[in-house]
């Protein structure tokens, strides 16, 4: 009686090999000429919906093959390309081959790594992932914590855990608006937007947040912090966190870790590091002092889909007491029939953080430790610092650029017309110009920084595929660029 069920969704054994071997074949051709394409194919929004044709939800089925096929051709010719050479963009990294493969094979399986019971090897897998971030860093393995989908949720996750650590005992059954004592938070002013997010969405409001001057040389001051601090207290405020930045977003400054923790112990705060682009530099043994105090930290938000060069989405809390995120986010609803992670049978991701249902992101981080080894990252690493040296003193060495800034794997820098070297204004709508014309040419990407009122040029690697050959090429380019964008400018005497 019993008959298989037949489903329009199902794809039998030979149809899904003979697809996807094609599918492997192409990704190989794909990845084995990304330097021999455009960085951006630069098309407009209105360009691309005609490609995608402006047709209603399909009524029918189309056959894998072909929707496979022409998705293809879609993705590898219409995309900005950030495993380019020369996408030295933001803070997007290439993205390491096998953590394609790794997606491809945690999709087929598809755990659910909210809870052990859904994903026994799965979950025992990101466990280890995040004991192998915790060392890669230098803080001790004891610290845990969750994959995440990026830095910024990252951040989120120990900001509320700092919350609930720090704030008023009674924070989660009576909510912020009980609270006596307005909430205070601090950090830098080059700190990273999610800060804004996370006062908003965690009831705090922006109000709540003490931007700290940074020093002559960009790193928070210390003392202004101190002085904030004694002030909001005297003021009747409750502070309950400082957020150090490990590499900040526009020129790779890593504040002073150690001097931060002090004033932590001292007032009774919670320490939290955003390392989202730059701890995974901590592995360096020459920068090993850049980064000392991360240690002390009581929360670390990493990103693995940064300079670990993970396909996106993958970042990571790191967590000194786990317990703390237990505190904030553990909940055993009657529905659930798990194991409780509290008495260490199992471990359920769901009571770490916010998702409930969770992908296996884990996989993709944790095989490409492995595939390149402590070793193999010191020298990637090193040399994407390196590289932004080298176009730091190629920018220095040329007589139409100007070397601004070279911190960690991020170099700024200006182009200078001889004729107009001391008209801020000038320079600065300038290398705004030259920027567009980079980002839109297709030969380079680079993004802006603004340093002291100077609209610069900014060149992050985060880039295993960026060769010296690239920056001396990267360095013509802007060159070239600069004079034709000067010469258009002057003529049209906007200034
Ligand atoms: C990139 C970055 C973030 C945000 O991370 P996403 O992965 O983009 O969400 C936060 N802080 C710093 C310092 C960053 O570099």
């Known amino acids: 009686m019993t008959k298989i069920r037949k489903s329009s969704i199902e794809m039998d054994k030979e149809e899904f090999r003979k697809i996807g071997y094609q599918l492997i074949d192409d990704i190989s051709e794909f990845i084995g000429s990304i330097d021999k394409k455009p960085v951006t194919p630069n098309e407009s929004p209105s360009q691309l919906q005609n490609i995608l044709g402006n047709v209603s939800l399909p009524e029918n089925g189309t056959p894998a093959t072909e929707l496979i096929s022409k998705t293809t051709d879609l993705l590898f010719n219409h995309s900005l390309l950030n495993g380019h ?42 466990k280890q992932t995040v004991k192998w971030l915790a060392e890669f860093i230098g803080v001790s393995p004891d610290y845990g914590g969750i994959l995440v989908s990026g830095g910024n949720m990252a951040n989120f996750t120990a900001f509320l855990a700092a919350r609930t650590a720090k704030a008023p005992k009674n924070i989660k059954e009576d909510g912020i608006q009980n609270t006596l004592n307005k909430l205070t938070v601090y950090c830098s002013k080059t700190t990273h937007t999610w800060i804004e997010k996370a006062v908003i969405l965690f009831g705090l409001g922006t109000n709540s947040v003490r931007w700290i001057q940074t020093d002559a040389s960009n790193k928070m001051d210390t003392t202004i912090l101190e002085t904030t601090i004694k002030k909001d207290l005297e003021n009747g405020c409750k502070p309950i966190m400082v957020i150090g930045t490990a590499g900040d977003v526009s020129t790779g400054i890593v504040d002073n870790l150690v001097e931060i923790s002090t004033i932590c112990k001292k007032y009774d705060l919670w320490f939290h590091i955003d390392g989202a682009y730059g701890i995974p530099a901590a592995i360096i043994p020459k920068l090993k002092n850049m980064f000392d105090g991360i240690k002390e930290a009581d929360s670390i938000a990493l990103d693995p889909h940064k300079w670990l060069y993970s396909p996106l989405e993958a970042g990571c809390t790191l967590v000194k007491n786990p317990q703390h995120l237990i505190d904030t986010y553990s909940s055993h609803p009657e529905y659930y029939n798990f194991s409780n992670s509290e008495d260490e049978i199992a471990q359920n991701f769901y009571e770490y953080g916010l998702q409930n249902s969770r992908g296996f992101r884990a996989l993709k981080v944790w095989i490409t ?127």
Request: proline content about 3%.
């Open 85 to 126: 050479p020369k996408f030295l963009g933001y803070i997007t990294s290439s993205a390491a081959p096998i953590g394609a493969l790794a997606d491809l094979l945690a999709a087929s399986v598809n755990p659910n790594v909210g809870a052990h019971i859904l994903s026994p090897i799965a979950t025992e897998i990101e």
């Open 369 to 495: 430790l492995q595939q390149v080894g402590r070793s193999g990252y010191e020298k990637l690493i090193s040399e994407d610092i390196e590289l932004s040296e080298m176009l730091y003193n190629l920018a220095k060495k040329h007589p139409e650029l100007e070397a601004i800034s070279q911190n960690l794997s991020i170099a700024t820098f200006r182009y200078i017309s001889i004729d107009n070297a001391h008209n801020k204004e000038y320079l600065n709508k300038l290398n705004e110009n030259i920027l567009n014309e980079l980002q839109t040419g297709g030969e380079v990407f680079l993004s802006n920084a603004i340093v002291q009122e100077n609209y610069c040029l900014r060149g992050c690697i985060v880039n295993f595929r960026t060769s010296k050959k690239d920056i001396e090429e990267i360095i013509e380019i802007v060159i070239r660029e600069g004079r034709k964008v000067h010469l258009k400018l002057s003529q049209t005497k906007i200034l």
